[in-house]
C-alpha cells in the first residue's frame, strides 16, 4: 500500500499541508502551479478590487479552464496518435504485401535464369549436333 505523503507548502502567503499518495515533489508542483495562478491574476485590476470569494472563484474558473483545455488537447493527441497508429498499420501490411510480391518477383527471375541457363545448354549442344551433322557430309 502506498504512503501518504504530508508536505508543508505555501499558496497565496499563508501556510497549509498538503497530504496524498502522490510524491512529495508533485505535492509541490500542485502548490506551485496555484501560486502561478495567484502571481497571474494579483495585478489585475478586476482582480484587486475583488472581495476574497470573487477572486477564489476567479481562480478556480481559471484553473478549470486550464484542466479543459489540457484535456481537450490530451484527446487531439490521443485520436492523432489512433490515427498514426492506423497509419503504421496500413504502412505495414503495405510493406508485407511488396515483400511478397518482391519475393514472387525474385522467384520468377530466378525460374527465368534456370529457363535462359538450360535453353543456351540447348543451342551449345545444338549448334554442337549441327557442326558435327556438317562435318559427316
Given at each position: 500500500?502506498?504512503?501518504?505523503?504530508?508536505?508543508?507548502?505555501?499558496?497565496?502567503?499563508?501556510?497549509y499541508t498538503?497530504?496524498?499518495?502522490?510524491?512529495?515533489?508533485?505535492?509541490?508542483?500542485?502548490?506551485?502551479?496555484?501560486?502561478?495562478k495567484y502571481?497571474?491574476?494579483?495585478?489585475?485590476?478586476?482582480?484587486?478590487?475583488?472581495?476574497?470569494?470573487?477572486?477564489?472563484?476567479?481562480?478556480?474558473?481559471?484553473?478549470?479552464?486550464?484542466?479543459?483545455?489540457?484535456?481537450?488537447?490530451?484527446?487531439?493527441?490521443?485520436?492523432e496518435n489512433?490515427?498514426?497508429?492506423?497509419?503504421?498499420?496500413?504502412?505495414?501490411?503495405?510493406?508485407?504485401?511488396?515483400?511478397?510480391?518482391?519475393?514472387?518477383?525474385?522467384?520468377?527471375?530466378?525460374?527465368?535464369?534456370?529457363?535462359?541457363?538450360?535453353?543456351?545448354?540447348?543451342?551449345?549442344?545444338?549448334?554442337?549436333?549441327?557442326?558435327?551433322?556438317?562435318?559427316?557430309?
Amino acid at each position: 500500500m502506498k504512503k501518504i505523503n504530508d508536505i508543508e507548502v505555501i499558496i497565496n502567503n499563508k501556510r497549509y499541508t498538503l497530504s496524498g499518495y502522490e510524491s512529495e515533489e508533485y505535492l509541490q508542483k500542485v502548490a506551485s502551479y496555484i501560486n502561478s495562478k495567484y502571481n497571474e491574476f494579483r495585478n489585475r485590476d478586476a482582480y484587486k478590487f475583488s472581495d476574497s470569494e470573487l477572486k477564489h472563484i476567479m481562480i478556480q474558473i481559471n484553473i478549470a479552464d486550464d484542466y479543459f483545455k489540457e484535456k481537450e488537447k490530451l484527446k487531439e493527441l490521443e485520436e492523432e496518435n489512433n490515427e498514426k497508429s492506423n497509419e503504421i498499420f496500413d504502412l505495414k501490411h503495405e510493406l508485407i504485401a511488396v515483400q511478397t510480391k518482391l519475393h514472387s518477383a525474385e522467384k520468377e527471375v530466378e525460374s527465368l535464369k534456370n529457363e535462359l541457363y538450360e535453353a543456351q545448354k540447348k543451342i551449345v549442344r545444338l549448334e554442337t549436333e549441327l557442326q558435327e551433322a556438317g562435318k559427316k557430309q
